[in-house]
């Protein structure tokens, strides 16, 4: 399995709802990384776990709140989000941190906050 | 800080023209520069990276220390190339991959 999954691929929620994304890889690959997307704009870098721990926050809000269970699954929890947090949000992985320069990109899923 | 610029948000040429995609940098040290790419319904994937000095369906980047520039060129451009592309600073300093604002690249026949 050479690819990154995400899912759901489209999620609405409204600003009190708490509702989950979710990445996989099974490449064994040890760094993960969460972007936020908005349209016609490159990606931004939210997080990045390097050997399932946190190593890099570019001073998210706390509304948003990863986890990574596992090597192999990434998640991002959301809480209390805004209109303005809509966007795609992408998922990627690296071989480890330090060849972080290759990444391998999920699809993304599309979030519509109400 | 470092920081990649593309200048350009929108490039149209014609099948069989040669295409330039401008990228560059603001960095005192060693860069190391990347392109992505992200064809219509396609997930973001690396199209070549500039120690390689590889050429990747027939696209070529060469980095320009002098002129701070690392441009993607192709001779003929062909109709498939249409996509989005991202010039990426790696900071090996943090392990981190900045984007510029990319460019989109419309290929007509």
């Known amino acids: 399995d050479t690819e990154v999954t995400q899912t759901p691929k489209h999620l609405v929620m409204g600003m009190t709802n708490k509702k989950s994304l979710k990445c996989e890889q099974h490449?064994?690959?040890?760094?993960m990384y969460w972007y936020k997307q908005k349209a016609k704009k490159p990606p931004e870098l939210m997080f990045v776990?390097?050997?399932?721990?946190?190593?890099i926050n570019e001073s998210v809000p706390s509304r948003f709140s990863p986890e990574c269970p596992n090597s192999s699954l990434l998640n991002l929890h959301l809480h209390a989000l805004q209109p303005e947090d809509s966007a795609l949000y992408l998922c990627?992985?690296?071989?480890?941190?330090?060849?972080?320069?290759?990444?391998?990109f999920g699809p993304g899923t599309r979030l519509t906050v109400t | 800080a470092q920081r990649v610029t593309q200048p350009e948000k929108l490039l149209s040429v014609f099948k069989g023209a040669p295409v330039e995609l401008k990228c560059n940098y603001s960095?005192?040290?060693?860069?190391?520069l990347f392109w992505y790419v992200q064809y219509s319904r396609q997930r973001l994937q690396l199209l070549l990276r500039?120690?390689s000095r590889e050429s990747i369906k027939g696209f070529t980047a060469d980095l320009n220390k002098g002129e701070t520039s690392f441009h993607l060129k192709k001779p003929f451009a062909q109709e498939e190339d249409s996509a989005m592309y991202y010039c990426?600073?790696?900071?090996?300093?943090?392990?981190?991959?900045?984007f510029g604002g990319g460019t989109r690249l419309m290929v007509k026949p």
């Open positions: 990627a992985s690296s071989q480890d941190p330090v060849s972080s320069y290759e990444q391998y």
């Open positions: 490449m064994g690959h040890r760094a």
């Open positions: 776990y390097s050997y399932e721990k946190l190593s």
């Open positions: 960095y005192s040290g060693s860069p190391e």
């Open positions: 500039h120690i």
């Open positions: 990426a600073f790696y900071n090996n300093a943090g392990n981190m991959l900045t």
